[in-house]
């Protein structure tokens, strides 16, 4: 091979590889919640999201159609008939809907109530956490989808969340805990999380924003303006 075309051979291969390394830069670096919301609940995340790659995985397409049919089995069977029912006889309308043992069921708290603007959920569960899926390999993001569908059949089966199932599957796992199944339920509901913070309770109920939860204290997850 001569000097020249090894020359040529070279460019182009720094070309590729610049082209390559262009492409990769129009993603996100890390991918917002909302975004990891709407991929762990079978929708598209935004285009330039770090998890836009991810969705072409036969793996998450897989999951996406399984949700899609979950949900409009649930649609057809209870949540029509549940906002039906609340048109009727829910009228009178309030800006707090307070559900005591909820788990994540964000599900069934805007079914009922559509017009609050702020859910408090309170449950035994662990809240947990969600790593930054891409540092996650793709083996391991199918068997946590796997594990977020198995998740949600007691709710779909029986209409309500069984919580000694339920606190063993959440615990399981890179992604546990019920912030997994509250993002799925705010991204097929049509809601946009703009925010998510980590708090802890003192025993006056006082909150302080952390990182990270500390032992033995009371945790709550805020989910800020999380809307339409």
């Known amino acids: 091979m001569s000097v020249a075309a090894s020359r040529i051979i070279v460019a182009v291969l720094a070309t590729v590889a610049v082209m390559f390394a262009a492409a990769r830069a129009t993603y996100s670096a890390t991918a917002t919640a909302d975004d990891t919301a709407r991929f762990l609940a079978g929708l598209q995340p935004s285009p330039n999201s770090s998890l836009a790659a991810l969705t072409k995985d036969p793996a998450w397409i897989s999951h996406a159609r399984y949700f899609d049919s979950l949900f409009a089995r649930e649609e057809n069977t209870h949540l029509s008939?549940?906002?039906?029912?609340?048109?009727?006889?829910?009228?009178?309308?309030?800006?707090t809907m307070l559900y005591m043992f909820?788990?994540?069921?964000?599900?069934?708290?805007?079914?009922?109530?559509?017009?609050?603007?702020?859910?408090?959920?309170?449950?035994?569960?662990?809240?947990?956490?969600?790593?930054?899926?891409?540092?996650?390999?793709?083996?391991?993001?199918?068997?946590?989808?796997?594990n977020l569908e198995s998740s949600l059949t007691s709710l779909f089966n029986y209409s309500f969340f069984i919580t000694q199932n339920m606190k063993a599957q959440l615990r399981e796992g890179p992604i546990y805990g019920t912030l997994p199944i509250l993002y799925v339920f705010l991204a097929r509901t049509g809601k946009t999380v703009h925010e998510v913070n980590f708090v802890n309770l003192d025993q006056q109920g006082a909150t302080t924003e952390h990182g990270f939860t500390l032992p033995d204290a009371p945790q709550r997850l805020e989910v800020g303006r999380a809307r339409r």
């Open 102 to 146: 909820s788990g994540p069921d964000f599900l069934y708290a805007t079914s009922f109530f559509p017009s609050a603007s702020t859910y408090v959920l309170a449950g035994l569960e662990p809240v947990g956490r969600i790593p930054e899926l891409t540092s996650l390999s793709p083996l391991i993001i199918d068997g946590e989808l796997r």
């Open 81 to 95: 008939k549940i906002r039906e029912f609340s048109q009727k006889y829910l009228t009178e309308k309030h800006g």
